[in-house]
């Protein structure tokens, strides 16, 4: 099976700019994340996604990032505006819920984002 | 609060031994429990999990981890270290009753020749 595909791979802005990440998770997974990876720091959960309705979005800094997965199959995360610390690698993953809760995730290549 | 504790930054081994990385959690209930490998310009790639049963659960390239239940630990082993093993490790647990999952910080796992 094809993988979670993420675009761009990089990506350099300058701070205040904006900018969007895409995903498309494995065909057939209905489950999707969104997770910030820090440098030196494990995933943080940005949002997740049942199908096209918002499950968990508690730490994701709403007054700046958006998340939407219109139709139920692909996502797109955007920052704006962006600050310095917002540089991180975006990693999006998805799960197969028809596979019960204990189904691992499976996580795309991620996107680095730095921000000057 | 729910967490998950990786106390080693870093660990270090000749190849041929045996390896260990260790995780500690603090949640409620049963949870699930995860090990990922991350390697480097990558995303997390899953190597086991623990669900029920047995302690001693098997996942790929001959990783194994050990639930233990009154530690609230899944530390994650292998017998005998190769260098293509040195990678960043994250321990991670899914919560009773939903998809959310909690990772640790990571261990960077390095094998020497």
């Known amino acids: 099976e094809a993988g979670v595909a993420q675009s761009p791979r990089y990506k350099i802005i300058e701070k205040r700019q904006s900018v969007a990440f895409w995903c498309n998770p494995i065909s057939g997974h209905a489950t999707l994340y969104w997770y910030q990876q820090i440098l030196g720091q494990g995933p943080k959960l940005l949002i997740q996604f049942q199908n096209n309705g918002v499950v968990d979005d508690s730490q994701l800094p709403k007054d700046r990032f958006s998340a939407e997965r219109l139709k139920g199959v692909d996502s797109t995360l955007k920052i704006q505006p962006a600050k310095l610390e917002d540089s991180a690698v975006y990693l999006c993953a998805s799960s197969p819920t028809t596979d019960g809760l204990n189904s691992p995730l499976h996580f795309g290549n991620g996107t680095r984002l730095t921000v000057t | 609060a729910q967490s998950v504790a990786q106390p080693e930054d870093q660990v270090n081994v000749a190849e041929g031994n045996p390896l260990t990385v260790k995780c500690t959690y603090s949640?409620?209930?049963?949870?699930?429990l995860f090990w990922y490998v991350q390697y480097p310009n990558r995303g997390l790639q899953f190597l086991l999990k623990y669900i029920t049963g047995d302690n001693l659960v098997k996942g790929s390239y001959g990783f194994e981890a050990e639930f233990n239940k009154s530690q609230t630990s899944f530390h994650l082993k292998k017998p005998s270290a190769l260098v293509s093993d040195s990678a960043l490790y994250f321990c991670?647990?899914?919560?009773?009753?939903?998809?959310?999952?909690?990772f640790g910080a990571g261990t960077r796992l390095f094998v020497k020749a």
């Open positions: 949640v409620s209930g049963n949870p699930y």
């Open positions: 991670a647990v899914r919560p009773p009753g939903g998809f959310k999952t909690i």
